[in-house]
C-alpha cells in the first residue's frame, strides 16, 4: 500500500512490526527480504517518486573543511542515492575487515568470510551473475575476449560489477512493494524524532512531520535507520528528549569518524605496444559488466603500512569534461531514471550554451567514427579512489539553524587528512614503478579542454558515522546493527562501517541489510 503523508490525519498513529526509516538502497533491500512474510513491515521515505526542491532542501547543511554539498549527495527520494547511481558493485577485501595497527579505529566485529554468503544474496537482488569476484582477471577476461596486465609481485587485477541497467532496478522493487501484502510506504513524509522512554532503553514510536505542516506517529515493535550516513546521525542526535546528548550517544561517537572516498586524477598512460581496451572498456559477461581495476597485493600494503587504493582506467573523448557535457550526461541519467535532477533547469542552460561540444561528444560516442577514439594506443585516464581513515574529528553536528520543518539542520566536519594523503602518495609512487616495469607511463597532465572539469572529487559514500564495534565506548552499534543499550533500534546504512576500503559502499550496504533482515526474522518469530 502505498499512503501520501500530506493527506494523513494529524497525530493519526500507524502501527507495524518493523520502522524503516528512509526509502534509498538499505530499504528496498530489507523490503524486499521480509516481503511476502508475516512481518508488518511501514518504510517512511522523505520525497516521492520525483525530485523535489522544496524536499531537498531539507537536506541543506553547513561544510568545513574539504568542498562538499551536502545536498547534492543526499536525494531526498524513493532510492535515495539509487537515483544517481551508476550500478557499480564492488565487495570490501577481506585486508579491509582486518584490524591493522597502522590505521587508527580499524578492525570489523565481522570477517570478509563471514559476510560472504550475504554477498551471494546481494548478488542475486542486483540481477548480477554468480561469480567469484577475487577469480583470477585472466580467467573472467578470456571468457569475455579480453586481456588484462599480468600480475606482478606488489600489483594485481581485480574487478567489480556494474549493473546491466541500475536504473531498472527501484522501479522493479517498487512493484513489488505495490503487490505486497506485508509491506507499506508512506512517502512525503520526514521522521523527526525518535521517541524513547524514560529509560532510553526502547523506542516507542517515531514522530513524522510533513511540509505541508501535519505531524504523526508511527509505533512499532522494532525501528531500522536506513537514511544514509548523515541523516542517521542527525535523528540520533535530535532525538535528545531523554538522553541530552542524542539517542545512543552516551560516549560522544554518534556523528564522528565520518568518512568518504576521495578521487584523484592521476592523469593520462599511453602505450604502443599495450593493449589497454580491457580496462578502457570493460567487458560483458552474463549480462553483466565487468570492470576492472588495479590494486596493490594485501601483503604490499601491509609491508608498507597503506590504506586501500584502487586505480580505474577511463576513456577519454573529446570534449569529455566540458560543462555541457557533464550536464547532458545528468539528463541523460535523469530521463534513464525517470527522475530529472533537482537542477534540472541549470544543466538545461549548460547544454544550450554548449551545443557544439554535446554534438562533438555524441559523435564520438555513438557513431561510427567512435572506432577512431577507441584505437589500441589510444590515451586513457588513470583515476584512483581512496580509503580514508576513521578520525573523530571528522563529524556530523547539530546547528542552530532550522529548515522549513522546524528541525535542526546538520553540520559537517570534514578534511581529507595527512594521513590520507600520505598513503597516497606512496601507494601511487608504487604503482607508478610497476607501470613503467610494464611498459606504461604516466603523464601527468590531461589534455585541454579536458582538464578543467573532468573531476570526480567525491564517490558521495557516507561512511562510519554509526560505526559498528562491540564494545559500546568504541561503537554507536553492535555486531547486529543493533545501537548499543536501545533494545529495538537497528541501522542499515554505511553508517556503521567502521572502515571503508576504497569499494563503492552499496555492495555491502546490501549484504549487511540482508545479514540484519535474518537476525530480525529470528527476534520478532522467537
Known amino acids: 500500500m502505498l499512503v501520501d503523508g500530506r493527506t494523513v490525519e494529524a497525530r493519526h498513529r500507524f502501527e507495524a512490526d518493523v520502522c524503516v526509516i528512509g526509502g534509498g538502497a538499505a530499504a528496498i533491500v530489507l523490503t524486499h527480504e521480509l516481503d511476502n512474510s508475516d512481518i508488518q513491515t511501514l518504510v517512511i521515505e522523505s520525497g516521492g517518486f520525483q525530485t523535489n526542491q522544496d524536499v531537498q532542501s531539507l537536506s541543506q547543511g553547513d561544510t568545513f573543511g574539504e568542498p562538499y554539498c551536502l545536498s547534492e549527495s543526499r536525494p531526498r527520494q524513493f532510492g535515495g542515492g539509487t537515483s544517481a547511481w551508476g550500478g557499480l558493485l564492488q565487495p570490501l577485501d577481506p585486508v579491509d575487515f582486518e584490524q591493522r595497527d597502522w590505521i587508527p579505529n580499524s578492525g570489523w566485529p565481522l570477517t570478509r568470510a563471514g559476510l560472504d554468503p550475504y554477498y551471494a544474496r546481494a548478488q542475486e ?85 510533513t511540509l505541508q505542516g501535519n505531524e504523526f506517529f508511527v509505533k512499532a515493535r522494532h525501528f531500522i535507520l536506513a537514511a544514509g550516513g548523515i541523516e542517521n546521525a542527525r535523528l540520533l542526535l535530535a532525538s535528545n528528549q531523554v538522553q541530552e546528548a542524542g539517542l545512543g550517544n552516551e560516549h560522544d561517537l554518534v556523528g564522528r569518524n565520518f568518512m568518504e572516498h576521495p578521487y584523484v586524477r592521476l592523469g593520462t598512460v599511453k602505450s604502443n605496444r599495450i593493449d589497454l581496451t580491457f580496462y578502457a572498456d570493460g567487458s560483458w559477461l552474463q549480462g553483466s559488466k565487468i570492470i576492472p581495476f588495479l590494486q596493490l597485493k594485501p601483503d604490499v600494503r601491509a609491508h608498507h603500512r597503506l590504506l586501500g ?61 567512435r572506432v577512431a577514439a577507441l584505437r589500441r594506443n589510444a590515451p586513457v585516464l588513470l583515476l584512483a579512489a581512496l580509503e580514508q581513515a576513521p578520525v ?128 530480525l526474522k529470528s527476534v520478532l518469530r522467537s
Open 392 to 519: 573523530p574529528t571528522n563529524r556530523v553536528v547539530l546547528t542552530g539553524e532550522r529548515d522549513d520543518l522546524g528541525e535542526r539542520k546538520a553540520a559537517l566536519h570534514f578534511r581529507v587528512t595527512d594521513l590520507d594523503w600520505d598513503s597516497f602518495h606512496r601507494s601511487i609512487a608504487l604503482i607508478d614503478a610497476e607501470l613503467r616495469e610494464l611498459g606504461l607511463e604516466r603523464q601527468e597532465n590531461i589534455p585541454a579542454p579536458m582538464a578543467s572539469e573532468l573531476q570526480v572529487p567525491f564517490g558521495r559514500h557516507h561512511m562510519g558515522t554509526t560505526r559498528m564495534h562491540p564494545d559500546p565506548k568504541q561503537g554507536v552499534v553492535d555486531e547486529n546493527c543493533q545501537v548499543h543499550g536501545v533494545a529495538n533500534l537497528f541501522v542499515a546504512s554505511s553508517s556503521v562501517f567502521p572502515t571503508g576500503g576504497h569499494a563503492n559502499a552499496t555492495f555491502t550496504i546490501a549484504a549487511l541489510t540482508i545479514r540484519l533482515a535474518d537476525h
Open 125 to 209: 537482488i542486483f540481477f548480477l551473475p554468480s561469480m567469484d569476484y577475487y577469480e583470477p582477471a585472466k580467467a573472467v577476461a578470456t571468457r569475455s575476449s579480453a586481456a588484462p596486465l599480468p600480475d606482478t609481485a606488489i600489483l594485481q587485477t581485480s574487478v567489480l560489477h556494474k549493473m546491466g541497467n541500475p536504473y531498472a532496478h527501484r522501479p522493479q522493487y517498487w512493484k513489488q512493494i505495490k503487490r505486497s501484502k506485508n509491506v507499506d510506504i508512506v512517502i512525503h513524509s520526514n521522521v523527526v524524532e525518535l521517541c524513547a522512554d524514560r529509560s532510553a532503553r526502547i523506542v516507542n514510536e517515531v514522530r513524522v512531520k
Open 309 to 369: 587504493l584502487k586505480v580505474e582506467m577511463c576513456r577519454l573523448f573529446p570534449a569529455d569534461g566540458q560543462r555541457g557535457i557533464e550536464a547532458a550526461k545528468k539528463l541523460v541519467i535523469g530521463l534513464l531514471n525517470r527522475q530529472m535532477p533537482p537542477d534540472v533547469l541549470a544543466n538545461g542552460l549548460k547544454v544550450a550554451t554548449a551545443p557544439h561540444h554535446c554534438l562533438h561528444y555524441l559523435i564520438h560516442r555513438m557513431s561510427v567514427s
